[in-house]
């Protein structure tokens, strides 16, 4: 009988690979895996005390078998009609065959009964992420197993261990059975062969389940918790490159060969495309030819595999950071590079400068690259389009490559990946459907958490646990910053130092002492609710005609428009700009572009930027003067770390450099109605502490010490509401952590979030206001093709409120719903009608006018 694996349609023509071709396939990554990650294997190994030629052995037995659910009459007779087979899920099916040869044939690596664990749970879940639930509702139908073609499939594994030379790496004894007794007695002989299957996951009958076994590790031992997890999730990866990638490639060939034979055997010719190395780039390359500073050669020569690094924006920390992650997978024997940012915005920045330095070093910098996000399909799909200069919409094979490119991103499949603390969290607790896939990819990785103090006390509780949980699993991580709390630092060790761990602390001195800056502060506002101080607009037009860079930083959206609009009347419109968060991503990202293209690349002189905070972290620009609101002190750093940006000293060629700091108007306000962004009590800190003089970055660093103190994290953790923030990552305040509960077993990813920027279990950003995405009418204009992801952006959710109070919830003027069908799926878009234009975003003045107190806490 032909038994097929894969199928995949062009036109009307079905083309099939067959079940061994596919396996083949399969084999031969997990080949290429081991000749190009054996070292790494090996040290993954002994850091659990795992036997190395197990573990590769079974890896080996596993990929061999993991389709042989598929070895069914419904499913082969489903796969040749070219029909889904989703009520006989093989992984399913195939599940008690492998528990069988295992238990009877093959010594588990680790956990040593008579139920091979990793190995049997790997295969059940290598196309449904393990949880509680998982296969207890789906709607199963008995199967009939093809039993001659199960048992000679199986004794062929011996030849194709030969074929394939995998001698080299274990040794593998198979003597050929001719029955599996209990597997077929389960398909033949019971009443409800499913409920048997579920009987050995899932807890509640006789029979000791997968389950039961799993909570019971836990249970004895919670330090097993990581071992279990770590080593599940690296298994799990390396089943699901093989599988994922060798059906990835007949599609491909199919796609581009168009072969005359529909059935197709083995395909893959190049399976070392799947498995990708490191760069070699060098020390040179990466300094782009400058002198390393001795913070640079530090970290470089210590490589430690926990550190923090402090130093100045402008100052390299980047390139630090990268000699350190090359020099520790040097040295620890790691096969991955993962920077974690706090923003998209700064995620997509970093992708496109590491690109830039491997193409400089003479690498293709997008095959060693990749990027994950919220919106990273935006990004990828932006440039895309760059690439098709001429034409204005991609093509339906465009779409499935940037799908493809940010699946890997996903789950970090490129040897580095660029993404977001909120992403790598994820990994860890089942936050997505690939969480295991990625976890599994993260096991032999290092990781920089670049500016590590940039969150506010929720993500910051969150991000020490992760640190702990990367301690357990000997994950190394670098945090570095340019403003490096005290608070954090002691937190951190103090944990480290209980499970016997110090982190290096690498300074970098000399660039710490630097003072590039004075800091000139006003006792008055910029602008308030119904004035503009017009002294500061008329200062600002003086030295926009000396021909000087200004940058004026507002703490609210509806301001720095009011601010924008006030200057944009008295300069020419090409030489200012404005940048806060209410931009369409697609807009966004353009504009960004616009503005480092001008100030960095082209140094073009005057332009005047008018930003929010968004300025503070996500664009290497400078500016020559700055205007700002009084914000936390270390976003004060931050932003001051856009002005004379790297260099020494405040005053030059006659020329000073100088934060003119402002009172936003929240302190003009009455007790109690002053809504801010910020928590007050920390502006009110910072106010006390930070005077007109100048600052050396070391200087800041100590005003955020005296601001924050030495508890931060430690009082936010003793008001923790679980109905407000969630339940925490990790266990240690009195409740369960979702790492806990997600091994292996646990919560599914809606119980966890509901997307990646939006919480449920688990809430990682807590945020002042409640946000809406919505797509601008403008952009929208009835078209259903326009309801896109870059057409949105986010806005407070009170707006709406407004206008369901005003006129409503039947009736509303500014905002409307429409749902957009895809294949099987519905999906809502909001459309706020408010005006919109590119250059301004939403005007909201009929918000104002409708409300006269104008305010979010009145509306809510």
């Not at 399913?92 to 528990?99: D, E, K, V």
Request: glycine share 6%; charged share 30%.
């Amino acid at each position: 009988m032909l038994l097929i694996a894969k199928l995949h349609r062009i036109g009307n023509v079905n083309f099939f690979q067959t079940f061994l071709g596919h396996t083949i396939d399969c084999l031969k990554i997990l080949k290429c895996y081991f000749e190009k990650n054996e070292k790494v294997i090996e040290d993954f190994c002994n850091q659990w005390n795992i036997d190395k030629e197990i573990f590769m052995r079974n890896l080996f037995v596993a990929v061999y078998l993991h389709d042989v659910g598929k070895l069914t009459e419904e499913f082969q007779k489903n796969i040749k009609e070219g029909k889904r087979s989703q009520h006989y899920p093989h992984a399913f099916y195939g599940f008690p065959i492998i528990l069988e040869v295992f238990a009877k044939y093959f010594k588990p690596f680790i956990y040593h009964s008579k139920l091979p664990l990793i190995e049997t749970l790997t295969v059940l879940a290598h196309h449904t992420q393990l949880y509680d639930g998982i296969y207890q509702d789906a709607e199963i139908k008995g199967v009939k197993p093809l039993k001659d073609e199960i048992i000679e499939f199986i004794n062929k594994m011996d030849d194709i261990y030969r074929e394939l030379k995998f001698e080299k790496f274990f040794r593998l004894e198979w003597n050929k059975i001719d029955n599996l007794s209990i597997s077929f007695k389960i398909f033949e002989k019971t009443k409800n062969p499913q409920r048997v299957i579920l009987n050995f996951i899932h807890p509640g009958s006789n029979t000791r389940s997968m389950r039961e076994i799993v909570n019971e590790i836990a249970k004895n031992n919670p330090n097993e918790i990581f071992k279990l997890k770590a080593i599940y999730s690296y298994f799990h990866s390396i089943l699901k490159l093989c599988d994922d990638y060798a059906s990835v490639e007949f599609a491909e060939y199919v796609k581009k060969n168009k072969p005359r034979e529909e059935i197709l055997n083995s395909v893959l010719e190049n399976p070392e495309k799947y498995v990708l190395s490191l760069p070699e780039i060098t020390e040179k390359q990466i300094l782009d030819g400058n002198r390393a500073y001795e913070f640079q050669k530090e970290i470089k020569e210590k490589s430690p595999g926990f550190c923090f690094l402090f130093a100045p924006c402008g100052r390299g920390k980047t390139e630090a950071a990268l000699l350190w992650c090359f020099g520790v997978c040097k040295k620890f024997n790691k096969n991955k590079i993962i920077f974690a940012m706090p923003t998209q915005t700064t995620s997509n920045a970093m992708r496109d400068r590491f690109i830039e330095l491997l193409n400089k070093a003479g690498l293709n910098g997008e095959e060693y690259v990749g990027l994950y996000h919220g919106k990273s399909f935006v990004k990828l799909k932006t440039e895309k389009l760059k690439e098709r200069e001429e034409e204005d919409e991609l093509t339906d094979d465009d779409i499935e490559e940037i799908s493809g490119e940010n699946f890997k991103g996903n789950i970090f499949f490129r040897p580095i990946t660029i993404t977001t603390i909120d992403h790598l969290i994820l990994s860890f607790v089942h936050g997505f459907t690939q969480a295991d896939f990625a976890l599994g990819n993260l096991q032999n990785s290092v990781i920089v958490f670049d500016e590590v103090h940039y969150y506010e006390r929720q993500t910051l509780k969150h991000l020490v646990d992760l640190f702990k949980i990367l301690r357990r699993m000997q994950i190394p991580h670098l945090l570095m910053s340019g403003t490096l709390p005290d608070f954090l630092i002691k937190r951190v060790d103090e944990e480290a130092k209980q499970e016997g761990i110090k982190y290096e602390l690498i300074k970098d001195e000399e660039g710490l002492k630097y003072i590039p800056f004075k800091v000139r502060r006003y006792g008055e506002f910029l602008i308030t609710k119904n004035d503009i101080n017009g002294k500061v607009i008329k200062e600002i037009i003086k030295n926009f005609e000396r021909g000087r860079n200004q940058f004026i930083i507002l703490n609210t959206v509806e301001r720095a428009q009011r601010i924008f609009r006030a200057l944009r009347e008295k300069v020419d419109r090409d030489k200012i700009f404005l940048l806060h968060s209410q931009f369409t991503y697609k807009d966004r990202d353009k504009k960004e572009e616009e503005i480092v293209r001008i100030l960095k690349n082209e140094r073009r002189k005057p332009i005047i930027l008018v930003s929010t905070q968004v300025i503070e972290i996500s664009l290497d620009i400078s500016c020559d003067v700055m205007y700002t609101e009084l914000a936390p002190a270390d976003a004060i750093g931050q932003r001051g770390g856009r002005l004379n940006r790297g260099n020494k000293n405040w005053k030059e060629n006659g020329k000073e450099f100088v934060m003119n700091v402002f009172l936003p108007e929240e302190f003009f306000k009455e007790k109690g109605i002053r809504e801010t962004p910020y928590d007050f009590n920390i502006l009110q800190k910072t106010n006390d502490v930070l005077e007109t003089d100048i600052y050396s970055y070391l200087n800041l660093k100590e005003i955020c010490n005296r601001v924050y103190g030495m508890n931060y994290i430690e009082e936010f953790e003793n008001e923790w509401n679980p109905q407000k923030n969630g339940n925490p990552l990790f266990s240690g305040i009195g409740m369960d952590g979702i790492f806990e509960n997600t091994c292996l077993f646990g919560l599914s990813p809606k119980q966890v979030v509901f997307d990646e920027e939006t919480g449920n279990g688990l809430i990682i950003r807590s945020e002042k206001q409640q946000k809406i995405e919505v797509v601008p009418y403008v952009y929208y204009q009835n078209k259903e093709e326009n309801l896109i992801v870059e057409n949105k952006t986010k806005v407070p959710f009170w707006w709406y409120k407004i206008d369901e109070k005003e006129h409503g919830e039947d009736n509303l003027q500014w905002f409307d719903y429409v749902v957009k069908e895809t294949g099987r799926k519905k999906k809502i878009f909001w459309i706020c009608k408010l005006p919109y234009d590119e250059n301004y975003g939403f005007d909201t003045t009929k918000l104002k006018d409708t409300c006269k107190s104008y305010g979010f806490e009145n509306i809510i």
